[in-house]
């Protein structure tokens, strides 16, 4: 990820504009902004985006996903993740992106694939109808600001015996490096797995926690008292 969000565009600019952005943040919240900064990184990111593989393959296994699976796919991008879960014989995935541009590449790519739909929505405004068995957030934690709150919705969204997995095809080290340049309303530091899954364990039963310089993830099962 570059700078090339709203860090650059503040650059330079006076404490009027500065104290308009602030105000507009703190009437509308970061999302609308978060789809803005992603937004402007769609072709980019899907121009750099490595290959799906071992990795992408690795969390759709520890996330449960197998032959009849319906899948919630947050932060999907430009669908770096479908593939994964076709593979793993998912029946359906609906995965959600805040930014257009990356709902529009990833539409493109699964254009022929009926069991695959992508939404441009905010996994903080998601409903469905009908209960998920795997919910997966693939290289996106740091940039959903409320994680107790996208705990309670992981739990609102997922049926009996589902699960949750949080993880990143890269290490946490390398992660909070990464997003030095990003801006502080745009994402999180990543903390340690085991701190990070503090926040889910009154819903979930956590079993998973991976901490490794290339590898990060931590998920569970739903607690039955949450359902
Ligand atoms: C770092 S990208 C990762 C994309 C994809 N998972 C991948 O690995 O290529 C994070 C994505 O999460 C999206 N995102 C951020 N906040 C979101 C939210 N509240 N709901 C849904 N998507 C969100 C961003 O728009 C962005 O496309």
Redesign the pocket.
């Known amino acids: ?1 570059t700078n090339t969000g709203f860090e650059n565009e503040l650059d330079g600019a006076d404490e009027q504009v500065r104290r308009e952005h602030i105000r507009c943040t703190l009437k509308h919240g970061n ?1 609308p902004r ?2 803005d900064y ?1 937004d402007s990184l769609a072709r980019t ?1 899907e121009e750099n ?1 490595e290959p799906c593989g071992a990795k992408h393959r690795a969390t759709a296994f520890l996330a449960g996903v197998k032959p009849g699976s319906r899948v919630l796919d ?5 669908g ?2 479908a593939q994964a879960y076709l593979d793993a014989g998912a029946a359906e995935v609906v995965a ?4 257009p541009g ?1 709902i529009e590449i990833a539409r493109e790519k699964f254009a022929r694939e009926p069991r695959v739909r992508f939404e441009c ?4 405004n998601f409903e469905d109808d009908r209960p998920f068995d795997a919910f997966v957030a ?3 934690y740091p ?2 600001m409320d994680k107790h709150g996208l705990a309670r919705k992981a739990a609102s969204l997922l049926g009996e015996q589902g699960r949750f997995i949080v993880a990143h ?1 890269l290490g946490r080290k390398t992660i909070n490096a990464h997003h030095d340049c990003v801006p502080a309303h745009i994402c999180t530091h990543l903390e340690t797995a085991r701190a990070s899954a503090q926040a889910w364990e009154e819903l979930f039963n956590i079993d998973q926690i991976v901490d490794t310089d290339e590898y990060y993830c931590f998920g569970g099962t739903l607690k039955s008292a949450a359902l």
């Open positions: 990820m999302e978060m789809g992603f990111w985006l947050v932060g999907c991008g430009t770096i993740m959600l992106d805040v930014a990356m929505a905010s996994i903080y693939y290289n996106v940039h959903l095809g």
